[in-house]
Structures are given as structure tokens and as C-alpha cells.
């Protein structure tokens, strides 16, 4: 049986007590991570390399994707900040994910959205390993707000 005396032995036990407490301690504070969300400006979006894309516009219709979870929201979009956007686009959204935003037939949204590379992300979204251009809502997708227009300006038509 291993030793568990000495000073060398106690600093590992301190140091993996302190890590259980900290990971005990973020486990009970549930929205630790929308915390980054709350209060990001349209230049701190625009400056993630994780969001290819930053547009608005209206929510055309939802189509259901194998599981109840995801789901395809298709947006007429009117405006764009980030990236190229053609008028009508489809966002892959996976809906129980905490800190994606929820989209509803008729909603104008401000959106952000990353481009779905790894494999299983695609096999969740139904989308095989087809060589078709996709987007995900991220995390903190609901981040910005109507405001992005005093922040970032008018923007541009989509293509």
C-alpha cells in the first residue's frame, strides 16, 4: 500500500482536495459559463475567431432534425456584420445545449454562428460527412442584441 505521509505526499493531497473543492464549488453555480456571455459587446463578438458569422434577420420556418433536440431554423436575413450571409440561410441549433438561444417561426434575431467542422457535430445534425458548408448557433449565440447597430453600425445586405 502506498504511503501517504510525508511532505511531498501532503502537498499532493492538499492540491487534489483544493481541486475537488473548486470543481465541487463550479459545479454548484449552473450558469457559470453564461457568465462570459452577459455583457459582450458587439466588438468583443465580432473579435472571437470561433463566430464566422454575425447577421440578423427574420426566422422562415423550423425543421426538426432526427432527435428532439435539434433542430434547422432557415432566416431571411437583412443584415450582416461578420462573414458572407446569402438572403436565406439555414442555422443548425442544438436546443437543450445551455447558452444557445432558441429560435421561433417569425423571430427577428440578431445571430451569430460558427461553421460545423468536426465529424460528430455533423453526424448530430443529420449532415453525414456530406462536404456541405454548415453553421451551428454557438454558445452565448444570444449574446448580442438589437443594440449591435449603435455598436457596430448598419452593416451590409446579405449576398
Excluded: H
Excluded at 5 to 32: M, Y
Amino acid at each position: 500500500m502506498p504511503r501517504t505521509e510525508g511532505p511531498g505526499n501532503r502537498n499532493v493531497v492538499l492540491r487534489l482536495g483544493t481541486s475537488s473543492l473548486l470543481s465541487a464549488a463550479l459545479l454548484l453555480i449552473p450558469s457559470i459559463g453564461r457568465a462570459e456571455c452577459v455583457g459582450q459587446t458587439g466588438k468583443d463578438v465580432m473579435a472571437q475567431k470561433s463566430v464566422d458569422l454575425v447577421f440578423s434577420g427574420t426566422v422562415v420556418s423550423i425543421t426538426p432534425i432526427e432527435q428532439y433536440d435539434r433542430y434547422r431554423a432557415t432566416f431571411e436575413v437583412d443584415r450582416v456584420w461578420k462573414g458572407s450571409v446569402p438572403k436565406r440561410f439555414d442555422l443548425y441549433v442544438a436546443a437543450m445545449e445551455e447558452g444557445i438561444q432558441r429560435f421561433q417561426v417569425g423571430q427577428w434575431s440578431v445571430v451569430t454562428a460558427t461553421r460545423i467542422r468536426d465529424r460528430r457535430t455533423r453526424q448530430a445534425f443529420a449532415l453525414g460527412s456530406s462536404s456541405t458548408v454548415a453553421f451551428k448557433a454557438p454558445i452565448c449565440s444570444d449574446a448580442l442584441s438589437s443594440e449591435i447597430r449603435r455598436q457596430l453600425g448598419p452593416g451590409y445586405p446579405p449576398k
